[in-house]
């Protein structure tokens, strides 16, 4: 960052970006498009099963390619499960460089590993799972794990208690979180920000909503909303959307039933979608995140493009600074 | 390692003697307290804080104190991706760390650029620009890896030498403990690797 | 949300002079795009933003795509007269499209939550100055992704506020996500080379020591 301060008061700003520009684009231009896959888990490393999920919509989307029942089911306990994770995590980093040196982060972590563990004996790996197929999923659950997952998600709202106790009626977090960083919703909308910094704002706008794309639909779950758009609110949505995740994990335990998880059709090796190009986005846990492809006919997608949520979410980060400060 | 008679040793710890010698001692002190510098890269910093949180607790081999200067550091875990625009900052925050100082490249990406090697913007191995002492494979490397290196590290710090022919390279004063660093080219780094530090293998073709 | 050829009518109507010609998708997502004209994009953009049955007001993705020269080879069979007599002749023309770089927008409605309507714009070449018109001061979101396309693609945005390099260094002069870009040769071992890089690595092999009989192979070349 290039900051101009002026004592404690930020005058200007300027964010540098690029240091972990990793040609993401240029690679999956030149890959097929299966072994783009696990690359998208290493986009955003805390949710790779949301990576995942997006990218295989947009090829599902390019493809028209339908997916059998459970594995939609699946994806949206994974799903959730990861915002679950993110969400704790997010928290515990936040205090932590607020100064509350590592206590709340490992408070985090301790539930972050349990959701790991799942994680791991589904797809072998603690945090690149590379899960999703065009198509489905890649495996399916091992034995009792449904039963693991059940469990953790009946125990995570005391956790979420726990952390709520400790952190949102915490002076020093509402001094220096309340009134800090405000943003107005009309500037969000037109910056293109997204997730839940957006609904901070008091803007209602949930892909899990809007696009209804996956299950979403058949759940029953609320959007929770802010009201000053400031970093306490930011705050706050994280904890009250992770007990919105429960309710739609509780949900989900119910209603899934055995079945296929791929569809049989899908030839996975040497795939071709036709020519054409598609945009598909899903509800990532940092905002919208979106995939454009366009195929030529080949087994490399012609333009490979990742909308990335958290850098767009960055176009306002002067503003939020330049804001009157309280002190 | 000891240069003292372990018979004797064991013979005097039963009279209540307890022997040691300044390199052991030494030695013992800095392995059990290395202080890593915090900074990370990409995905295998999650598993370095990981590594550092409630289950895998690096406490319990001394090495949880991550300070925020290399002023105050002893060991740099070099976690993730390191890209080109980032090579010349880390070679910079090596050069300003204190001697006796040490390097682990945790995951592939740091030790050849992974899975990212064909990228026009990633370096293919921090091992270009600065030497490092224990690499860990994986993508990320197990939090397990991780102690394992740190172990490894320990042991290495445990087994070099204050005094005599084959002393650390730290007290040397030939050797040196900076290296330069990289400046942005136009179309890469320059230079692209530091030929010192780097070779590439030879390649045996008979 | 109404169809887009009502859309492309009512632009018409609303900003004099445009010319859109609507991009068919023939794939299965069936997202057609409007190909904009550069001049009167700004216009066309405050219509989508802030007509209030469109009302376009999060510009969700900005992306720039490089279109290489194309040579299309068509083979016609063709009657001739040759010599009096009629014969039939293969003949090949050869037809050359000029690349271009694309730079296209995904443009949703938070307020009607409706969309998405795909808009792109085209240079007429790939030189290296080649500009676009900056959609910036209309939707904010574009600030940082046009300032990526520029540095990866090299498309000028003109009217942009803040147009310098984002994630390559302001010293670096390629825009490595065209396609004809080529890294710098930066060799280095690999255990099992194949295709391109093997072409590569065979200019950095040392040559084959060129043995003539079989006196000359001793245990230590059969490895
Ligand atoms: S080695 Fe793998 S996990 Fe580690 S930084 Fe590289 S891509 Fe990420």
């Given at each position: ?21 990793r ?22 490393y ?6 995942n ?23 949206v ?44 004996s ?87 909503k809007?696009d ?53 059709k ?16 899903i ?45 | ?23 052991e001692l ?33 406490a319990?081999?001394?090495?949880e ?142 | ?53 469109l ?98 693609y ?43 890089v093997?072409?590569?690595t ?22």
């Open positions: 960052m290039n900051v101009a301060l002026e004592g404690e008061i930020v005058r200007r700003l300027k964010p540098v970006f690029g240091y972990l520009h040609n993401h684009e240029k690679i999956g231009e030149n890959a097929t498009y299966l072994s783009s896959m696990p690359y998208t888990d290493r986009l955003d805390f949710c790779s099963m949301t990576n999920w997006a990218y295989a919509l947009s090829v599902e989307k390019l493809a028209g390619i339908e997916v059998p029942e459970r594995a939609e089911y699946l994806r306990i994974l799903a959730e499960l990861t915002r679950l994770q993110n969400h704790a995590s997010l928290l515990g980093f936040l205090l932590n460089d607020m100064g509350a040196w590592g206590t709340p982060l490992m408070y985090a972590f301790r539930e972050r590993e349990k959701i790991l563990d799942l994680f791991e589904l797809s072998g790996s603690r945090m690149m799972c590379d899960y999703m197929r065009f198509g489905g999923c890649r495996c399916d659950t091992p034995p009792g794990w449904m039963e693991y997952a059940r469990k953790l998600v009946d125990a995570f709202p005391r956790f979420i208690e726990e952390l709520e106790k400790l952190v949102v009626g915490n002076e020093v977090v509402i001094a220096r979180t309340q009134n800090v960083g405000k943003l107005s919703a009309e500037l969000a909308i037109n910056a293109g920000i997204t997730g839940p910094m957006l609904r901070a704002c008091g803007v209602n706008y949930d892909l899990r809007v209804g794309y996956g299950f979403y639909p058949r759940f029953k779950f609320r959007i929770p909303l802010g009201e000053h758009g400031d970093t306490y609110d930011r705050l706050m949505m994280r904890v009250l959307e992770m007990r919105e995740s429960v309710v739609i994990l509780k949900q989900a335990f119910e209603q899934i039933q055995d079945g296929p998880i791929m569809n049989p899908v030839k996975i090796r040497a795939f071709r979608p036709p020519v054409g190009e598609a945009y598909g986005r509800e990532a846990p940092k905002g919208e995140l979106g995939f454009y492809l366009i195929s030529d006919g080949g087994t490399n997608p012609y333009r490979y493009r990742v909308r990335p949520p958290s850098f767009i979410n960055l176009t306002v980060l002067e503003d939020l600074n330049l804001n009157p400060h309280p002190y | 390692m000891s240069d003292i008679d372990e018979g004797l040793r064991k013979e005097l710890q039963r009279q209540g003697v307890w022997v040691t010698s300044m390199q030494y030695n013992w002190g800095r392995k059990n307290s290395i202080w890593p510098l915090q900074f990370g890269l990409a995905c295998c910093a999650i598993e370095m804080i990981a590594t550092a949180a409630s289950r895998y607790d690096i319990r081999f001394g090495g104190v991550f300070r925020p200067s290399p002023r105050q550091a002893d060991l740099m875990i070099v976690a993730g991706t390191v890209t080109k625009k980032m090579a010349p900052q880390i070679v910079r925050l090596y050069n300003q760390m204190p001697d006796p100082k040490y390097v682990i490249s945790m995951g592939a990406c740091a030790i050849s650029g992974g899975p990212f090697k064909q990228g026009y913007n990633v370096l293919k191995g921090i091992d270009r620009y600065i030497p490092v002492d224990v690499y860990i494979p994986g993508c990320p490397p197990r939090p397990e890896a991780l102690l394992h290196a740190f172990m490894e590290l320990q042991r290495k710090i445990d087994s070099q030498r204050l005094t005599g022919a084959n002393k650390a390279e730290h007290l040397d004063p030939a050797e040196p403990s900076e290296f330069p660093v990289p400046s942005f080219g136009e179309h890469d780094l320059e230079p692209p690797a530091n030929r010192e530090v780097f070779q590439p293998p030879k390649i045996e073709r008979s | 949300m109404e169809a887009l050829e009502q859309v492309k009518s009512r632009i018409e109507a609303a900003v004099p002079g445009v010319k859109i010609d609507i991009v068919q998708n023939p794939g299965p997502a069936n997202q057609p795009s409007l190909l904009i004209d550069n001049e009167h994009a700004p216009a066309i953009a405050q219509f989508l933003r802030d007509d209030p049955a009302r376009f007001d999060f510009c969700s993705n900005v992306t720039g795509v490089d279109w290489l020269d194309r040579t299309v080879k068509k083979t016609v069979k063709v009657k001739k007269s040759i010599d009096g007599e009629e014969k039939e002749v293969t003949e090949t023309t050869e037809e050359h499209f000029p690349g271009y770089l694309e730079a296209v927008y995904h443009l949703y409605s938070m307020t009607q939550k409706h969309g998405p309507v795909v808009i792109r714009m085209r240079t007429p070449n790939r030189a290296d100055g080649a500009r676009l018109p900056s959609l910036t001061p209309i939707w904010r979101s574009a600030e940082l992704q046009e300032r990526e396309i520029f540095d990866l090299g498309i000028r945005f003109e009217g942009h506020p803040d147009l310098r390099r984002i994630l390559m260094w302001d010293e670096f002069v390629d825009h490595p996500m065209r396609k004809d870009y080529r890294e710098p040769d930066d060799y280095e071992y690999e255990p099992t080379p194949h295709d391109d093997l072409e590569r065979k200019q950095h092999y040392p040559a084959r020591p060129q043995l003539d009989g079989a006196e000359e192979i001793t245990a230590t070349d059969l490895h």
